[in-house]
C-alpha cells in the first residue's frame, strides 16, 4: 500500500488520469490525498469531482478556495467570473449531490506525522490547535447554515468574524506579517513577496519536527520542499504540470499539463 499526495487538479482530468498511470494508483489498495481546488479553470471539473466522490474510500481531498467559489456561486451567493469553467458543473443533473459532497470535505487532514491543508496554517497553531480550528469550520460548512457562513466569508464590509478568519487561513493563506498575522492579495514567487511580508511557513513555530505539511494553492511557488513542508501545486491549470508525492518515501512524480484548451 502506498500513500500519494497530489497538487491542485482544477478540472485537469486527463492530466491526472496520465498521472495516476505512472504512479500506478491502485484505488483498492493504495490512498491518494488531494490539495484541494478540484475544480474550476481546468475544463473538466465535473469529471473531477465524479471521479473523487466514487472513490471516497481511497481518495481523500481537502477544500480549497476555487471549490469554496463553486459553492457560493451555487448557492447565488457570488457570480462566475469570465475565467471560471464551471458552467457544465453547475448545470449537471446531480449537481446537488456533487456539491453536498463537496461542502463536506475537510480543511485539514492529519495522519501518520503528515498533515495535508490547502493553503496554509498560523505560526501559533500547534497540530492539536490547527485540527480544533479545522473541525470547527468543518461542522459550520456541513450544518444547516453553511451559506450563511460562505456569505461571510465572502463580504468584505465589517469586522471579519473569527470563523471568516480561519476559512481564510485554511483556503487562502500565502503570505504573513513578521508577527505572523495573514496578509493577502500576494500571488507571486517568493523573490517578488512585498516588503516586511513572509511565507507563511517561514516563521518557526513548529513543536514537532517530525511533523510535516503538504499544501497547495501557491502555483507561483512550484514544486517547494523544506524541512517539514512541501508544496505540491505547480501549475497545472496554468499549462505546467501535476504532481505526485510519496508521502512515505518522498519520491516526486510529475505529468505534464494534457487538458487541451480550457484554461
Not at 132 to 150: K, P
Not at 151 to 163: I, K, M, N, V
Not at 168 to 184: K, Y
Request: glycine residues 8%; aromatic residues 8%; contains cysteine.
Amino acid at each position: 500500500m502506498a500513500t500519494y499526495a497530489i497538487g491542485d487538479i482544477h478540472g485537469c482530468m486527463r492530466t491526472l488520469e496520465r498521472l495516476l498511470e505512472r504512479i500506478r494508483f491502485d484505488d483498492a489498495r493504495d490512498r491518494l490525498w488531494l490539495t484541494g481546488d478540484l475544480v474550476n479553470r481546468g475544463p473538466a471539473s465535473l469529471a473531477v469531482v465524479r471521479w473523487a466522490r466514487e472513490r471516497e474510500r481511497s481518495v481523500t481531498s481537502v477544500l480549497g478556495n476555487h471549490d469554496v467559489h463553486l459553492l457560493a456561486c451555487a448557492e447565488g451567493l457570488r457570480a462566475l467570473r469570465a475565467q471560471d469553467t464551471l458552467a457544465e458543473f453547475l448545470a449537471a443533473p446531480d449537481r446537488a449531490e456533487l456539491l453536498a459532497w463537496l461542502r463536506r470535505r475537510p480543511l485539514l487532514l492529519a495522519a501518520e506525522k503528515h498533515s495535508l491543508v490547502h493553503a496554509g496554517l498560523l505560526a501559533e497553531w500547534d497540530l492539536d490547535a490547527a485540527c480544533a480550528a479545522a473541525r470547527r469550520l468543518e461542522e459550520a460548512l456541513a450544518g444547516a447554515r453553511y451559506a450563511s457562513v460562505l456569505a461571510e466569508y465572502f463580504r468584505r464590509d465589517g469586522e471579519p468574524s473569527p470563523l471568516r478568519m480561519m476559512l481564510r487561513v485554511f483556503i487562502a493563506l500565502r503570505t504573513v506579517d513578521a508577527r505572523g498575522a495573514p496578509r493577502a492579495g500576494f500571488t507571486g514567487p517568493l523573490a517578488s513577496l512585498p516588503p516586511n511580508e513572509h511565507p507563511w511557513f517561514s516563521l518557526p513555530h513548529r513543536r514537532d519536527p517530525d511533523w510535516t505539511v503538504i499544501f497547495g494553492h501557491w502555483a507561483a511557488l512550484d514544486l517547494y520542499r523544506a524541512p517539514g513542508y512541501w508544496g505540491l501545486d505547480t501549475g497545472c491549470a496554468w499549462g505546467r504540470s501535476l504532481t505526485a508525492l510519496d508521502v512515505e518515501r518522498g519520491g516526486v512524480i510529475q505529468e505534464p499539463y494534457a487538458d487541451g484548451a480550457g484554461r
